[in-house]
């Protein structure tokens, strides 16, 4: 009889023990206390998961890249329309926010600006460098302006001049790079002969057009298709076609009233941040833009040939920051810096550096072949 009462005993013990470990978890609140942690529903895990991402989203693409989709042909053919690309900020330095809003719109407080810098980067920008940056000639706070992205043709400080077409840059002449296009004025040996239009898209000529001469053929070509064009036996040269003065460009260009046109602009110097430039009536149309959109300043143009900044009559000013000269790979059919001026340094987003993505809208389908392509 006393061992049966043992056992009953050693049982109860047992029962009670593991009543306990049941009861009580590792925070000592029992399982029944209403202090205990009831489990996430679905809904609240799937919510919480969903705020992580964006808080890890919002962090890494204020702080490391940025999306960018090319939306016009500006750049081609190197960057096509619908190429979906990384655009590092890493490269020249994180751009803190300069404007607080709803992330992933465009909302924003718009009387609210923050003190803002740029962080340390690995690289400056270079000539032929592909950068994203807010387009300077929108009239909002910086960091809300639309997003474009050109190919950097002229650097801080460096003369840039556009003659006939051909780019210079200090006086001397930057031809056009691998993929870059233009227009250029086929010359025929007869007005008889055609140019053959499939051996024009091999080379990736898709836009060409008859021009009042009836031996000459306007084409939107890379220096590579025009070197094999040049080839031909029934085609006695190729020139780039030159757009005439009277055209209207210049009401378009920057600054306004100077004669230029798209391809017969400058000289002008670019400005480097340090850089004290004496201000002449020569200068002045291309540096007052400057002064008073990037720098900060009012300026006046006064009778007796002087200029005031900021109220203070001054024959010389010192640059804040360093100012870029942009154009688009496609120079024929891209609005740039020869249109709206310069970019400021704090316009500029990052450097475009790979294809992740490409969606031809024309034939519904994926671009395979560009996906992880590096930009160059």
Request: hydrophobic share 35%.
């Amino acid at each position: 009889m006393a061992q049966i009462d043992a056992t009953k005993k050693r049982k109860e013990r047992k029962k009670r023990r593991q009543q306990r470990v049941a009861n009580v978890p590792t925070n000592g609140v029992g399982k029944d206390d209403p202090k205990a942690k009831k489990p996430k529903s679905k809904l609240r895990e799937w919510t919480d998961a969903l705020i992580f991402a964006v808080v890890v989203m919002l962090i890494v693409r204020t702080l490391l890249f940025d999306l960018f989709r090319i939306p016009t042909p500006s750049m081609e053919k190197n960057l096509l329309v619908g190429d979906y690309l990384f655009v590092s900020k890493l490269h020249y330095g994180t751009r803190t926010p300069m404007t607080l809003g709803i992330p992933f719109t465009q909302i924003y407080f718009k009387n609210l600006t923050l003190p803002h810098t740029r962080l340390p980067g690995f690289t400056t920008v270079q000539r032929f460098d592909a950068i994203v940056f807010n387009w300077p000639a929108e009239d909002k706070p910086v960091d809300r302006k639309m997003h474009y992205i050109k190919r950097v043709i002229g650097l801080p400080g460096e003369t840039i001049e556009v003659r006939n077409k051909f780019v210079h840059v200090n006086g001397e002449p930057v031809p056009l790079q691998p993929g870059m296009q233009q227009q250029w004025d086929v010359y025929k040996k007869d007005q008889r002969v055609r140019l053959s239009e499939s051996r024009l898209r091999q080379l990736g000529v898709n836009e060409y057009t008859p021009t009042a001469n009836p031996n000459v053929l306007r084409v939107v070509a890379t220096p590579e298709a025009v070197a094999e064009i040049r080839t031909w036996s029934y085609v006695e040269r190729v020139e780039p076609y030159i757009a005439p003065a009277d055209a209207g460009y210049s009401a378009l260009m920057y600054p306004p009233n100077q004669g230029f046109t798209p391809d017969n602009f400058g000289p002008v110097t670019l400005p480097q941040k340090g850089q004290t430039v004496s201000l002449t009536p020569e200068n002045w149309p291309f540096y007052e833009p400057v002064l008073r959109r990037y720098e900060g300043h009012t300026t006046a143009a006064l009778d007796d040939g002087g200029f005031e900044i900021d109220g203070q009559r001054t024959a010389t000013y010192t640059f804040a920051q360093d100012y870029y000269f942009v154009m688009g790979d496609n120079r024929d059919n891209s609005e740039d810096s020869r249109f709206w001026g310069f970019v400021p340094m704090n316009h500029i987003v990052g450097k475009a550096v790979l294809i992740y993505f490409s969606w031809d809208a024309e034939e519904g389908l994926p671009r395979f072949s560009r996906l992880f392509n590096l930009i160059h």
